[in-house]
């Protein structure tokens, strides 16, 4: 939900001077930087998609800034961060040094490759925030955001793994790893289908996929390389067209989006649904949307597991409050706030034995949902997020090869 790739302008720019503003706000110290914050308004530009995440923001965040800083948190729903990330290009090609529109974006991926590479950025300030202390910045999985180094330019918000959910009582065996799924989709015809790219998690399919065909992720992992990219695809787009005709409507048409895939897995047209995030197939199973008898898993042989962050674009006028939006996000309170099942069942990317005593007990009663395949279950076969240049290549050759 937060990939989707801008229409990736590859300029590079030089390295500007850091604004003298900027200077000094990084010499501050931590109370200076909150007076300096108070009365401020952030214009958070983030997916909007589930409404429960949309209440977390708006109501809890915001009325704990409004409550203690006098910040007004403004969020900005959208359903592509590659428009924005377009938007502060455009922003900084038009000389909007200082003023731009967008105050903190909820990002990662190719949108903050893209962001990093055209110094659209805000960096080398996280170690100013207490609350940077919870990180553990020696994980690759948190220091890394699909292989590209953060360096101070994001700060974690939330860490996921891809898994499948399934009726159980209409499936009560699912296949458990990507060959027996790829078998049961040709036993079963018209029972699966997946969203067809750029949409984020139909895209995350695909490299499921992909790393099967490959043998793994071993030799996929660091740089793109045409030639292993090339020698993989062939198999992946066999595979992807071999199962083709037995998918939901013989193929013909895929799902755009994976709120569609969602409706045909409530409605009983597929057996199977898939996210990043499990803990949304809880909150639809209480929604009423989904069955009680909904079940979740991981595959045997892996699922894809990254992080997802906030970042300040180069250009906010509001850096030291959404730098206040950015440590409260990041404090047990909140972190183990959203990790209520009731609330949003989010996994944290902070460090749970480095918070309070409180926040420890809070996190060790939380009980699962028990529609939702538990985060230590799934964390035992996590699959790295390959670099950027793969995604854009699975994308582009899938379009070619298979959805046309």
Not at 113 to 120: W, Y
Not at 157 to 182: C, G, I, K, Y
Not at 225 to 241: H, S
């Amino acid at each position: 939900m937060l990939r989707l790739l801008a229409p990736l302008m590859l300029f590079t720019f030089a390295a500007e001077a850091e604004t003298a503003a900027d200077k000094a706000l990084k010499s501050m110290t931590w109370d200076a930087i909150v007076a300096e914050a108070r009365g401020g308004e952030v214009n958070w530009f983030m997916w909007g998609g589930a409404d429960n995440i949309n209440q977390y923001v708006s109501d809890h965040i915001a009325g704990i800034l409004k409550r203690d800083y006098d910040i007004t948190l403004n969020r900005v729903p959208i359903t592509d961060a590659a428009d924005i990330v377009n938007l502060v290009l455009t922003e900084k090609e038009a000389g909007i040094d200082a003023k731009g529109a967008v105050d903190l974006i909820w990002i990662n991926g190719e949108n903050f490759r893209s962001m990093k590479q055209a110094d659209l950025a805000f960096c080398g300030y996280t170690d100013l925030l207490p609350n940077d202390a919870l990180v553990n910045w020696e994980n690759p999985a948190v220091a890394n955001d699909f292989g590209v180094p953060v360096d101070e330019c994001e700060v974690p918000w939330n860490t996921v793994q891809f898994a499948f959910a399934h009726d159980s009582a209409v499936t009560p065996e699912p296949p458990r790893d990507m060959a027996s799924l790829l078998d049961w989709i040709k036993a079963n015809p018209g029972r699966f289908t997946y969203p067809a790219p750029p949409d984020f998690t139909g895209s995350a399919f695909l490299r499921h996929v992909f790393i099967h065909a490959a043998g793994g992720p071993d030799s996929l992992i660091g740089p793109f390389d045409q030639t292993r990219f090339d020698e993989v695809a062939t198999k992946t787009w066999a595979i992807l067209n071999e199962i083709e005709p037995f998918l939901w409507r013989e193929g013909q048409t895929y799902p755009n989006t994976i709120a569609q895939l969602n409706e045909l897995f409530a409605n009983g047209e597929v057996a199977f649904s898939f996210n990043y995030d499990p803990s949304q197939f809880g909150l639809a199973v209480q929604a009423g949307t989904w069955p009680e008898s909904t079940r979740s898993f991981g595959l045997t042989d892996g699922t894809i597991g990254n992080t997802n962050y906030t970042l300040i674009p180069f250009n906010s006028p509001n850096k030291a409050a959404a730098m206040v939006v950015q440590n409260l996000l990041l404090s047990g309170d909140a972190q183990l706030e959203k990790a209520k099942t009731e609330v949003w069942g989010a996994a944290p990317a902070i460090e749970i034995s480095r918070t309070s005593p409180e926040v420890k007990a809070g996190f060790a009663a939380i009980v699962g949902h028990p529609s939702v395949v538990s985060a230590q279950d799934l964390a035992k076969a996590a699959l790295p997020e390959l670099q950027a240049d793969w995604l854009t290549a699975i994308e582009a050759g899938w379009k070619a090869s298979v959805g046309n």
